[in-house]
């Protein structure tokens, strides 16, 4: 089963944003470093489409597949002991503030991941169906 990524306004601003004044630099700067800067603008801007379009989860045999444009992680759902529902504008695999933090290790830096999935609370009824090992009702 796979759950593509809740985008709120903030991050569409912040990533759009980014690519018309990457676009409106090429055009603006002298014309002697115009090649040079096109193909850096194509570049950046890809990166940020990627992500844009290419994060998603998704719900494998033995765990969670998290894509987040070229980034990506695989959580084993035996690893998982806590999903709940959070708010922030911080940002891990998520484009939205409406997330879920999925804690799956003891270090909070690197045990903790947030997504953004866009039915939240469908999305934590079935990895409570996964994960032997969680104990977080829906909040």
Same mark, same amino acid.
């Given at each position: 089963?796979?759950?593509?990524?809740?985008?709120? /306004?903030? #991050? *569409?601003?912040? $990533?759009?944003? &980014?690519?018309?004044?990457? +676009?409106? %630099?090429?055009?603006?700067?002298?014309?002697?470093?115009?090649?040079?800067?096109?193909?850096?603008?194509?570049?950046?801007?890809?990166?940020?489409?990627?992500?844009?379009?290419?994060?998603?989860?998704?719900?494998?045999?033995?765990?969670?597949? /998290?894509? #987040? *444009?070229?980034? $990506?992680?695989? &959580?084993?759902?035996?690893? +998982?002991? %806590?999903?709940?529902?959070?708010?922030?504008?911080?940002?891990?695999?998520?484009?939205?503030?409406?997330?879920?933090?999925?804690?799956?290790?003891?270090?909070?830096?690197?045990?903790?991941?947030?997504?953004?999935?866009?039915?939240?609370?469908?999305?934590?009824?079935?990895?409570?169906?996964?994960?032997?090992?969680?104990?977080?009702?829906? %909040?």
């Amino acid at each position: 089963m796979k759950y593509k990524s809740a985008k709120s /306004i903030g #991050f *569409g601003i912040l $990533f759009w944003g &980014v690519i018309i004044i990457l +676009i409106v %630099s090429v055009v603006i700067i002298p014309a002697e470093s115009r090649l040079f800067a096109a193909v850096i603008c194509l570049i950046a801007s890809g990166f940020l489409l990627w992500i844009w379009y290419g994060a998603y989860y998704e719900f494998r045999e033995t765990y969670l597949a /998290i894509r #987040f *444009g070229p980034f $990506f992680e695989n &959580v084993q759902y035996a690893k +998982i002991f %806590s999903a709940r529902p959070f708010k922030s504008m911080a940002s891990s695999m998520a484009l939205s503030s409406e997330m879920i933090e999925i804690r799956h290790g003891k270090n909070y830096i690197t045990g903790t991941t947030y997504i953004s999935p866009i039915n939240r609370d469908e999305f934590i009824i079935e990895l409570q169906k996964r994960c032997i090992n969680l104990n977080q009702p829906v %909040s």
